[in-house]
C-alpha cells in the first residue's frame, strides 16, 4: 500500500511510483538457510522494497518519499545496517545501534540532496546469536516466527490503526481495511529522534522466521501464510509461494519476504 507518515500530528503521501527490482536466492550455511525474494507487484511502477542481508542477519526494508527516495532510502539503511554490524558479535543493543545508525544516514543523505527530502523507510530485522535471535523494527513490515506448526507476530506495527486497536476504538479485523491502515507512525529517516523496538528470542531447532513488507501481509492471511511455510520445505519454494499469494490477491503494491530456518537451534522441536 502507499505509506503515509504521521510526523508532528501531520500526515502526508511518501509514495508515488515504482520501479522492478525482483531478486530470489537462498543461502544455506550450516546451522540455518536463508531465502528472499522481492517482487515490484502488478500495479507499481517501481520496487522500495529492499532485502537487508548480512551474516547470520535478515530483513527488510520498505522506502517511502516518491520513486527515488524510496527506493534510495531503503537502500541506505540496508547499507548502513550491514555496516554497523559488520565483525560484531549479535546483540539487542549493537543491532537497535545499527538501525539509530540508518536513521543517521537516510537523514544525511536527504539533507545533502534536497530532491530525496522526506524519504524514509521501514526496518525490521532479525540477527541470529549463539543461542538467542534478536529483532529490532521500525514502521509496519513485520516480523513472524512459525514454531511447532504455529505462526506468531514478533514485531508490533507502529501504524495509526494499531494504536486504534491498542485503544479498543476498532478490532484487528477492522483495522485490515480500514482507511487509515496506510499511515505509519515511525520510520528510519523522518527524524532525528527515533525510537527502535528491539526484543531477544530463544533459539529453537526448525523454527522458521519470517519478515515481510506490508505487499504481503496486507494481501494475504496470516492462516495462509502459516499454511505455506508448513506445507512447503524448500524455503525458495517457499518465498515464491508467498509472493504467489500476494500477486494472487491483486499484487497492489511491492511484496518482499526474507526466510530463515533455523537448523541448530538450542533446544525444542520447532517446526511440526
Known sequence: MNHRFRLSKASRDRIEEFNTHPTAQ?????????????DIGKVRRANQDTVVQGERLL????GMGGHQGGETASADARDAIL???EGKAPSEETLREAVLEA?????????????????GTTVTVIWLGEKEVYLAHC???????????????????????MEMVESGLITREEAATHPWRNIITRAVGTEETLQVDTAAFPRERGDIWLMCSDGLHG??????????????????D???????????????????????????GASGEGQA
Open 26 to 38: 537462498v543461502v544455506p550455511d550450516g546451522p540455518f538457510e536463508c531465502a528472499a525474494r522481492t
Open 59 to 62: 530483513g527488510v526494508a520498505d
Open 83 to 85: 555496516a554497523a554490524v
Open 103 to 119: 536513521n543517521r544516514a537516510v537523514l544525511a543523505h536527504a539533507q545533502r540532496d534536497q530532491s530525496l527530502s522526506g524519504m
Open 139 to 161: 514502521g509496519d513490515s513485520r516480523c513472524y516466527r512459525l514454531s511447532s506448526g504455529a505462526l506468531k507476530q514478533c514485531s508490533r506495527d507502529h501504524s495509526m490503526v
Open 219 to 236: 494481501l494475504v492471511r496470516e492462516e495462509d501464510m502459516a499454511e505455506i511455510l508448513r506445507t512447503t520445505p524448500n524455503l525458495r
Open 238 to 264: 517457499a518465498a515464491d509461494r508467498l509472493i504467489n499469494a500476494a500477486l494472487d490477491a491483486g499484487g497492489t503494491d511491492n511484496v518482499t519476504v526474507a526466510l530463515l530456518r533455523d537448523n541448530a
